[in-house]
């Protein structure tokens, strides 16, 4: 019961923010520096999710060796994008250095 009631909450939290944005519109400005700062939140939440996942995909602490694909993974693919900027060709690169890895190291 009070999960139902946690998520509900959640929902009319979210639903009340989305709505006051879209019914206020342009009529509110934001500061440069909040305008700068929110353009910082993708890169941020991206982050918070992918490291945990890199790092510690089971769960279970640490792996950080080269038995753990999504490491080796991830690096390949930092790599790519420093030297391409490309994104497309990262996501490729680290999908196949991922599948690879699993099929032929492990």
């Given at each position: 019961?009070?999960?139902?009631?946690?998520?509900?909450?959640?929902?009319l939290v979210t639903f009340a923010i989305k709505a006051?944005?879209?019914v206020l519109g342009d009529r509110v400005a934001f500061s440069p520096g909040?305008?700068?700062?929110?353009?910082?939140?993708?890169?941020?939440?991206?982050t918070a999710i992918i490291v945990p996942m890199v790092l510690a995909p089971h769960g279970q602490g640490l792996e950080l060796d080269w038995h753990n694909p999504q490491l080796v993974a991830a690096l390949f693919a930092?790599?790519?994008?420093?030297?391409?900027?490309?994104q497309l060709l990262t996501i490729a690169a680290g999908l196949a250095v991922f599948f690879s890895w699993q099929f032929f190291m492990l």
């Amino acid at each position: 019961m009070s999960a139902t009631v946690t998520i509900l909450g959640m929902v009319l939290v979210t639903f009340a923010i989305k709505a006051l944005i879209f019914v206020l519109g342009d009529r509110v400005a934001f500061s440069p520096g909040l305008q700068q700062a929110l353009g910082f939140v993708p890169v941020t939440v991206l982050t918070a999710i992918i490291v945990p996942m890199v790092l510690a995909p089971h769960g279970q602490g640490l792996e950080l060796d080269w038995h753990n694909p999504q490491l080796v993974a991830a690096l390949f693919a930092v790599l790519v994008s420093a030297l391409t900027r490309h994104q497309l060709l990262t996501i490729a690169a680290g999908l196949a250095v991922f599948f690879s890895w699993q099929f032929f190291m492990l």
